[in-house]
């Protein structure tokens, strides 16, 4: 039932991180002068910081940041991953916003441009929320998505 994988979910969520990252919503368009490739809420930084303050552990590498990538699974193609990382990868993006910092995997550069990461909490879930202007679809619940191909060097007109 929904109401059981809701009740799992949030068990996942307050053991760590959840193998599914988080929800899909469609969001408008940024405009081109926004230069982060991601932008972060307040909420998301503060759990990002408070699962990172959690990971802290005796001896052996803490974790100092938190790496964001796709998977190709779920019904709609793609899904999020989010995993600690110790160290930045030579082809990562570094986003740093709210005092926490997001490396971006290079692979999913092109389908996270412009979205915008946030932490939601209700009755039910407490999840991670990716509102992404280049989703152009996603499943019915949320986890897995579809990017229109990017635009970069078009104008319109």
């Known amino acids: 039932s929904a109401l059981h994988a809701h009740a799992m979910l949030r068990q996942l969520v307050s053991r760590g991180m959840a193998s599914s990252a988080g929800r899909v919503v469609r ?7 926004q230069k982060a490739v991601m932008a972060l809420t307040e909420n998301a930084a503060k759990r990002i910081e408070s699962l990172l303050a959690n990971r802290k552990s005796d001896g052996a590498q803490d974790p100092v940041a938190v790496r964001v990538g796709i998977k190709a699974r779920g019904c709609n ?81």
């Open 77 to 157: 193609g793609l899904s999020y991953t989010m995993n600690y990382a110790t160290e930045k990868k030579k082809l990562d993006e570094e986003v740093r916003d709210h005092g926490v910092t997001v490396w971006i995997d290079s692979a999913a550069l092109m389908h996270i441009i412009g979205t915008t990461m946030d932490y939601v909490e209700d009755d039910l879930s407490a999840e991670f929320v990716f509102h992404n202007p280049n989703a152009e679809g996603s499943c019915g619940c949320g986890e897995s998505f579809t990017t229109k191909p990017l635009e970069i060097g078009r104008q319109n007109g």
């Open 27 to 33: 969001a408008p368009r940024r405009r081109p002068d």
